[in-house]
């Protein structure tokens, strides 16, 4: 689902200088200074999960996360990094569909090089990478005696047995993220009461996409109507709106 964008207008009605959300790049795009990234309760504790990984060597982990809970997010910031404390890293990352044996090969190599001037290697593959490679990969832990010098971690659902941990969104972080994204795209004064927030993170159901396309929708139809401010009352307004739309667009294809 794409996240329509704000027109000129309707940013400068909600005293924004620039879009809340965007939609997000693939895994191995590194974060950027100026993205806004959200640090959910759930990003944090999905954070000290995988520390501890590292920091034990594990050769193999698996991060499950709905879709649209933000994993690919929070992946790129760790493909930013360069270290936990006194843990040199060294962090990249791939789509499912580009990660094959070759491409396992060589971080493996470069994993090994790491290890021999003290430098772990974090690789991110984002989505269900092919069993054969994953088994290859097994095959590669088990023939080196030493710790593992590299630690795939698997985003996605996975049905090889490893350790893991459950990412999901919850309704609170949502609604924060939402309050969030307005202060960074230059909203100083509140505009979007909290209880309005805590209904549009309702309707994303634990997805941040389906966050960032319903707090775009609302805020473009509160620009046209000339809202000074969102709360819970105007929301249910707009659901109404949005109703009689649907209805009528239903009946003209019918």
């Known amino acids: ?144 005696p030493r710790r593992s010098p590299m630690t795939l971690l698997v985003i996605g659902p996975t049905k090889s047995s490893t350790i893991s941990h459950s990412l999901h969104a919850s309704t609170k972080s949502l609604a924060g993220c939402v309050q969030a994204a307005l202060t960074h795209a230059g909203q100083f004064r509140p505009r979007l009461a909290e209880s309005a927030a805590e209904l549009i993170a309702e309707w994303a159901s634990g997805n941040y996409r389906q966050l960032a396309f319903w707090t775009h929708l609302v805020l473009a139809w509160g620009a046209h109507c000339q809202c000074q401010k969102i709360d819970r009352r105007e929301l249910h307004r707009f659901d109404q709106q949005l109703q009689r739309w649907t209805a009528q667009r239903t009946a003209e294809a019918a």
Request: a negative charge; glycine letters at 6%.
């Open 1 to 144: 689902m794409p996240i329509p964008s704000l027109s000129q207008a309707d940013q400068s009605h909600w005293g924004l200088f620039r879009q809340p959300f965007k939609d997000s790049p693939g895994v191995s795009v590194p974060a950027q200074s100026e993205e806004f990234l959200f640090a959910s309760a759930e990003h944090l504790q999905a954070r000290v999960w995988l520390e501890t990984v590292l920091r034990n060597h594990v050769g193999i982990a698996n991060l499950r996360a709905q879709p649209g809970a933000g994993a690919t997010t929070w992946a790129r910031q760790w493909i930013a990094t360069h270290g936990l404390d006194d843990l040199p890293l060294e962090v990249t990352g791939s789509e499912a569909t580009d990660f094959d044996r070759d491409l396992c090969q060589q971080w493996w190599a470069v994993a090994r090089t790491n290890q021999a001037r003290g430098i772990h290697t974090l690789c991110i593959v984002d989505g269900s990478p092919s069993a054969s490679t994953i088994q290859w990969y097994r095959q590669s832990l088990k023939a080196d």
